[in-house]
């Protein structure tokens, strides 16, 4: 079985900085493709940062100079640096990533349980 767990939500200043973490458990082969998607209240689920096997990064247009997303493949895990967060950031925050398994058979999607981040102004 594999699974994503997300940590490093909470409430946080305007201005102020949080870092969240995504660690994949289970029997992993490799992680492909991953990513940081975000949904507020009443609104749609949507991208905030994407990072390739190879490190190549994508940022919406709302996050970039302020996001940045990274990967440690030896510990399976992906991060997302948040900074000079705004309140319109408020939302919970879900990892996803493309993971080839030998115990799933496959490569497969899989997403985190969420991360609820808070900034007040």
């Known amino acids: 079985q594999v699974q994503l767990v997300e940590s490093g939500g909470g409430l946080v200043q305007a201005g102020g900085s949080l870092r969240l973490s995504c660690a994949a458990s289970?029997?992993?082969?490799?992680?492909?493709?991953a990513g940081w998607y975000r949904q507020a209240p009443g609104k749609q689920r949507e991208l905030v940062a994407q990072?390739?096997?190879?490190?190549?990064?994508n940022y919406a247009d709302s996050v970039k100079g302020r996001f940045t997303i990274s990967r440690d493949n030896a510990k399976s895990t992906v991060y997302l640096q948040m900074g000079s967060l705004k309140p319109e950031d408020t939302a919970v925050y879900y990892c996803?990533?493309?993971?080839?398994?030998?115990?799933?058979?496959?490569?497969?999607?899989?997403w985190g349980q969420g991360t609820q981040v808070t900034v007040s102004s």
């Open positions: 996803n990533a493309a993971i080839l398994s030998a115990s799933v058979g496959g490569l497969s999607d899989y």
């Open positions: 289970g029997t992993i082969s490799s992680i492909y493709g």
């Open positions: 990072i390739s096997t190879s490190g190549t990064t």
